[in-house]
């Protein structure tokens, strides 16, 4: 069985700074995806960005990149210029690449960002 | 609004009773999930469901928890003999079931349940 856990419970950082989350995961697959939810106040999941296992380039998605270190198995989400809206719950995602698998996500624990004005 | 739904957004329950909730999933989406998180913990799965055939079911899901999915349309999950073990939020999100990783899991609001 897949896990994944995110050593950082709460992570502060003042608004258009920089904050780095880290996620490591544990699984004997090969092929898989990697996944960054978030969860706002309101608590309705959000996807912020995927990466693919066999895919060595790092996902970038407008502020938001990863660093993906495969044989380390760690997968690390960066907000750049961290706004008053990033202020939320993050979640890292775990899913088996075969779709016979169903497609479902293993989570880690959460870490809560704060953004300070 | 073309999300995925949830009903009720907050039930409270005391401990023995039965309680229902709802998921309306996206239309055109044909896989369903559901996932309970605990408070200030990360989602865990429950069960999916590919169209109306449940799938899979985590062995988080007691005897007492039984979901459905009739028609392929909207799912039910629905728990018997309430414990206060079960008070958490209940996650449902569908996706297309694609292979691929843009086959996005789009996640309801959930249910909060509160078993007093």
């Known amino acids: 069985a897949q896990t994944v856990t995110q050593s950082q419970p709460e992570m502060s950082v003042q608004e258009a700074e920089t904050v780095t989350l880290s996620c490591t995961y544990d699984?004997?697959?090969?092929?898989?995806?990697l996944f960054w939810y978030k969860q706002p106040p309101s608590r309705q999941m959000i996807l912020v960005i995927r990466q693919e296992a066999y895919k060595q380039q790092n996902a970038t998605e407008n502020r938001f990149s990863v660093n993906f270190q495969k044989a380390a198995k760690s997968f690390s989400l960066k907000i750049s210029d961290s706004q008053l809206g990033d202020a939320a719950m993050y979640f890292c995602?775990?899913?088996?690449?075969?779709?016979?698998?169903?497609?479902?996500?293993?989570f880690g624990g959460g870490t809560r960002v704060l953004v300070k004005p | 609004d073309t999300g995925v739904s949830q009903d009720p957004r907050h039930k409270i329950t005391k401990r023995g009773q039965n309680v229902t909730f709802r998921c309306d999933p996206i239309?055109?989406?044909?896989?369903l999930y559901w996932y309970r998180q605990t408070l200030g913990q990360g989602p865990e799965f429950l069960t999916y469901f590919q169209n109306e055939a449940q799938l899979e079911k985590s062995r988080l899901l007691s005897d007492r928890f039984s979901a459905e999915r009739p028609k392929g349309s909207f799912s039910t999950l629905e728990i018997q003999r309430t414990e206060q073990g079960d008070s958490a939020m209940y996650l449902c999100?569908?996706?297309?079931?694609?292979?691929?990783?843009?086959?996005?899991?789009?996640f309801g609001p959930g249910t909060r349940l509160t078993v007093l």
């Open positions: 995602a775990y899913r088996s690449a075969p779709r016979a698998a169903g497609n479902k996500l293993t």
């Open positions: 239309s055109e989406h044909n896989r």
């Open positions: 999100a569908s996706s297309m079931g694609l292979a691929g990783p843009y086959n996005e899991q789009f």
């Open positions: 699984t004997s697959e090969s092929d898989y995806y």
